[in-house]
């Protein structure tokens, strides 16, 4: 017999420990079945997984155990990033913090920094590994994979190589994002922008007025650009140069007339700094002018600013200004101005645009095969979404992803740090010369050094979904190029391209759309077929989570020691859908809870009725023949069909959170509130016991662990030994039966109007009553379940007529082709009942007078947010339609009173 109350702390472990010694886990390469692939994106190696990883890890392990379930073989396969910069910093700090080192990068050294990063990285990985498995992750972990693994840096040396030979990766000087604190490019993607108030400074420059919020960066500024539509500067001609007084003395300036400038910003015209900007620095390039370094990598002045050299360019910008100020050059200061700064995400520095030699991938150069003819990498990344080849759910953020995509600049993919791929290029210098190698393997002989920078994280990442399925021992074999690692891989044949890749949205253009773009490229595939995307997990306020606000975090391992890891996949997914932020709360996973002890609950019931029928559950076929079957039976099979139905499709279109629901819904309310009611008078063992395993199926992509244990004890004897791998259920069309669940949806309805009559009039819980129906169509029907609508509505006399009548003095309600009253004298007391009712509606008086009160104050609906007025509004909507029913039910009382 199972135990009183479902246990998750004595289950949970147990239960995976079974699947992970079954071998159920395990993808087969040699299979003939169809294939179904998840590459799992890998966490960071920093850390614990948060939330945010656990909700992931939830609809990834759905998608993939429903396809097990419909007998593809399924991969699922998990790995973790070595996440270059953010691995790099958290290990710096750690040996500043512990050990007193000020600089770990100079005392330690190159060799001695990684070896210290790798023994960090292990036990991160340790503990990524088993928190990922206390959700029940279903994935492969005899393929695991690490962005670090040796086959995997064989396959980053590979693509390189490849590409720099196909000319699509360059060295050059263009402007990059750099961190002077952390000394290194970063991307765009680890950049955060911040809102700064700072002063917004108009000075004379010649004839015209420019406005800056940072003067210290204007030392070289020799160009003053304006829209050549702009009417205030029509008489000054593109190239015209001028004279006039700035920072350390005359320069000659030169008018450029260029439609980048924004003629509403500021007095429409501005000077450019190429070095230090993303947008002069194009216009620079557009006009080819001269481009001078003013702020070196340190974030301080270099010598062009004269008496300034040496500055940081903080401290500078206030003696620049009082000097231009002394010189009667400056014009006006908003002291008010708000703008963006850009900082890195890892470190928090400042990020100071500068021109650097750095290596670059080429993304506009038309030289990559791709249905037939030459494209540019940007244009495969336009054609798989315009032509349907890969599919965004939801398909709004194909928006997003093109305006990136068409906005899409070189790829800078050099980064000054130590911990990652290191660039596979080799240098020798001689007295006449600098030889370079690019290639999978060192050069041979002496002399040669390699390159110090090592590879953007996103590179590596983007090989993801086919570098992990390239067998291992291949890579070690230096005579195989990348196509023949490809062809000579079975589980790169037989699982990529991959089925769908789950992922955060506010990733899809740094790492899905780079993964299209490496894979594309190096395969001559797509990566994946579908992109879904995820929302971010929010608190109960809508306040994103986040490790800096404590209080924000909720630990899933807290979460799961508490309320048990189904209960937490649940509230992560019923009420999400893709591509929308979801709000997380202990009441919402607390709901969800008890969710899982009601099925735990209704199959004890079910065990208990096997019990006095004498038999085991593992025996009984399931339902039994159509001339057994009550209305309740032949209902519940025809919806258990309809939620099959349901749940096959909506789970094949990755609608997950509205499958989720309506199976909910079916267990908690239709099968345990109303079926199994109905069994305690009139039991069917096979349709209990048949209709349980049916719905334990259709919820273990859901509810892994519960669904699990209560399988071992309702199996049938040739059924699979673990649910996990028990066939998902086909439909059977001749079970559907429209007739019965209309007619026992009545039923339903007519036990639910006696209930709520009974509730809103005060009727205590265990008085029982006498009930009047009129109906002519149901009536024969409700006649046939008379001893049920006795029993669960509480009465104690039952009356059909067809014929309608009025009836004074009862309580009453008005169904389709159906009126239920309850007579009220003798029931209730009048008296009693009115009191409180009249308590009640003076209570609600008085709070719609103080809503209608602040509704109607106008300084409040002037400053409070909109939020705020739209709550106010709800409570006195909610107030006003209670006390139209409190008044409805003292109009009763009254006229039973007379």
Excluded at 114 to 128: N, Q
């Amino acid at each position: 017999m199972l135990d009183k109350a479902y246990d998750p702390k004595a289950t949970e472990d147990r239960i995976y420990k079974m699947w992970e010694d079954s071998g159920a886990f395990k993808a087969d390469a040699s299979s003939d079945k169809e294939s179904f692939t998840i590459s799992m994106p890998p966490p960071n190696a920093t850390g614990t997984l948060h939330l945010g990883h656990a909700a992931r890890n939830t609809v990834e392990d759905i998608f993939i155990r429903f396809q097990r379930m419909l007998g593809k073989e399924a991969l699922w396969l998990p790995g973790t990033d070595h996440a270059a910069i953010a691995t790099e910093s958290v290990v710096i700090r750690k040996i500043q913090n512990e050990e007193g080192i000020k600089d770990p990068r100079a005392e330690l050294g190159r060799e001695q920094l990684i070896e210290r990063i790798k023994e960090y990285v292990e036990k991160s990985r340790g503990t990524i590994r088993s928190q990922t498995k206390k959700m029940g992750t279903s994935c492969d972990w005899s393929r695991e994979r690490y962005t670090m693994d040796p086959s995997l840096n064989r396959c980053v040396n590979e693509v390189f190589t490849k590409m720099y030979k196909d000319g699509l990766i360059y060295r050059g000087h263009r402007i990059v994002n750099w961190d002077p604190k952390m000394q290194t490019t970063v991307s765009d993607d680890e950049i955060e922008y911040i809102e700064e108030k700072s002063p917004f400074y108009t000075f004379q420059y010649g004839p015209f007025q420019i406005s800056t919020s940072r003067p210290e960066t204007k030392f070289g500024d020799k160009y003053v650009v304006v829209h050549p539509d702009d009417s205030r500067y029509e008489k000054y001609q593109d190239g015209e140069q001028f004279e006039c007084e700035w920072i350390n003395g005359k320069i000659t300036a030169t008018i450029i007339k260029d439609k980048v400038i924004d003629m509403e910003f500021g007095t429409g015209c501005m000077t450019i700094t190429p070095w230090h900007d993303h947008v002069d620095f194009d216009l620079a390039e557009r006009h080819e002018l001269e481009k001078e370094q003013i702020i070196d990598f340190d974030g301080k002045l270099m010598s062009v600013a004269e008496e300034f050299e040496g500055l940081h360019i903080d401290e500078a910008r206030t003696k620049v200004v009082e000097k231009l100020d002394q010189k009667g050059l400056l014009v006006s200061v908003d002291e008010n101005y708000v703008h963006r700064i850009a900082v890195s995400y890892r470190g928090k520095g400042k990020v100071e645009p500068q021109i650097r030699e750095q290596w670059f991938i080429d993304v506009n150069k038309p030289v990559v095969p791709w249905k037939k003819k030459n494209m540019s990498l940007k244009e495969i990344m336009q054609d798989v979404i315009n032509s349907g080849d890969i599919r965004i759910v939801p398909d709004r953020f194909n928006k997003i992803y093109f305006h990136w995509i068409d906005n899409l600049r070189d790829w800078c993919i050099s980064r000054q740090i130590w911990w990652g791929h290191r660039i596979p290029v080799w240098y020798k210098e001689s007295k006449d010369s600098k030889d370079l190698h690019v290639g999978v393997q060192p050069p041979e002989g002496k002399g040669w050094e390699q390159d110090p920078d090592t590879l953007d994280t996103w590179f590596s990442s983007a090989l993801w979904t086919w570098s992990t399925l390239i067998e291992e021992e291949l890579t070690e074999d230096y005579s195989l190029s990348l196509e023949d690692l490809l062809k000579k891989s079975p589980d790169y044949q037989k699982f990529h391209p991959t089925q769908v890749m789950e992922t955060a949205y506010e990733i899809l253009f740094f790492w899905v759309a780079r993964m299209i773009l490496m894979t594309t490229y190096a395969t001559g595939q797509i990566p994946f077929d579908t992109v879904y995307l995820s929302g971010l997990i929010r608190t109960r306020d809508g306040r994103k989570m986040s490790k800096s606000d404590p209080e924000t975090m909720i630990d899933p391992l807290d979460v799961i020691e508490k309320y048990g890891a189904d209960s937490l996949r649940l509230s992560l997914i019923v009420g999400q859908s893709p591509g929308n932020d979801t709000r997380m709360y202990e009441d919402k996973i607390a709901g969800y809870r008890n969710f899982v002890n009601k099925l735990w609950n209704a199959s004890r019931f079910v065990q208990m009725k096997c019990e006095e029928a004498g038999l085991d559950p593992k025996d009984i076929a399931g339902a039994g023949t159509d001339a057994k079957l009550s209305l309740a039976d032949r209902a519940l099979q025809s919806s258990l069909e309809n939620l099959i139905e349901d749940a096959t499709k909506g789970l094949d279109e990755y609608r997950l959170s509205e499958v989720g629901e309506k199976i909910y819904s079916f267990v908690w309310d239709y099968f345990c509130d109303w079926y199994l009611e109905l069994s305690k008078g009139e039991t069917n063992i096979e349709m209990l016991v048949g209709s349980l395993r049916a719905i334990l199926v259709l919820l273990h992509p859901y509810c892994p662990f519960v669904t699990e244990e209560l399988w071992q004890q309702f199996k049938k004897s040739d059924s699979s030994d673990l649910i996990m791998l028990q066939p998902w259920p086909l439909t059977d069309k001749k079970k559907k039966d429209k007739k019965s669940e209309d007619e026992f949806q009545m039923v339903i309805d007519v036990i639910t109007a006696v209930r709520s009559l009974r509730a809103d009039h005060g009727v205590e819980p265990g008085a029982k009553v006498k009930v009047i129906i009129h109906t002519k169509k149901h009536a024969e029907l409700l006649e046939s379940q008379r001893d049920h609508i006795i029993r669960l509505a509480r009465l104690n006399e039952l009356k059909i007529d067809s014929k309608p009548a009025k009836h004074q003095n009862a309580a009453s309600t008005f169904l389709k082709n159906c009126e239920v009253h309850i007579p009220l004298e003798g029931v209730i007391d009048l008296d009693k009942e009115k009191e409180k009712l009249t308590k009640e509606k003076s209570k609600l008086e008085g709070f719609i007078k103080s809503i209608k009160s602040k509704l109607d104050n106008k300084k409040f609906m002037d400053n409070a947010p909109e939020e705020v007025v739209e709550t106010e509004k709800d409570k006195l909507k909610n107030a006003e339609e209670k006390l139209e029913k409190i008044n409805g039910r003292l109009g009763i009382l009254i006229s039973i009173s007379i």
